[in-house]
């Protein structure tokens, strides 16, 4: 419980998050993975959240949305179905890795604070907003600095 006391984890805006995560059509989703990869490390010793996982799908959602704005003066109609199969595919992939993460992150919080007391309705519907926002009422809570990562 010694890691309680030098929480690691940043405050973020929610709007901010919100706004970032519709604008990037996703890849700001993985990207908030990795940026807490370090925080969750320290909270959860069993490191049951695929973080690699998630730097390949940041890079694969990243790389789909340039094939998405170029492809078609890039690939024939062939490899734009092709696209559209593995885009498919790994979306539901992707869905699954969101959604695993977030529920292992909900173990977490709530195995080391009380105070997290995660819903898991609302984190189901809301995903990364609404465990931004337990982990910005854990920071408050905490009186603990914002600084820190």
């Known amino acids: 419980m010694t890691e309680a006391n030098i929480y690691p984890f940043k405050k973020k805006n929610i709007g901010l998050v919100i706004l970032l995560s519709i604008v990037t059509l996703g890849v700001y989703i993985g990207y908030w ?87 898991k309705y609302l984190l189901f519907f809301f995903h990364i907003w609404y465990i931004q926002y337990k982990i910005n009422k854990i920071v408050e809570s905490r009186g603990l600095p914002h600084e820190k990562i």
């Open 33 to 119: 993975f990795i940026s807490l990869r370090s925080s969750f490390q320290l909270v959860d010793k069993k490191n049951n959240i695929p973080f690699k996982w998630w730097i390949a799908a940041t890079i694969y959602l990243s790389v789909s949305i340039v094939f998405s704005i170029i492809g078609e003066f890039v690939f024939s109609i062939v490899g734009l179905y092709m696209l559209d199969s593995i885009d498919l595919i790994l979306t539901y992939f992707f869905l699954g890795l969101l959604y695993y993460s977030l529920f292992r992150m909900k173990e977490s919080l709530e195995e080391v604070y009380a105070e997290a007391d995660v819903n």
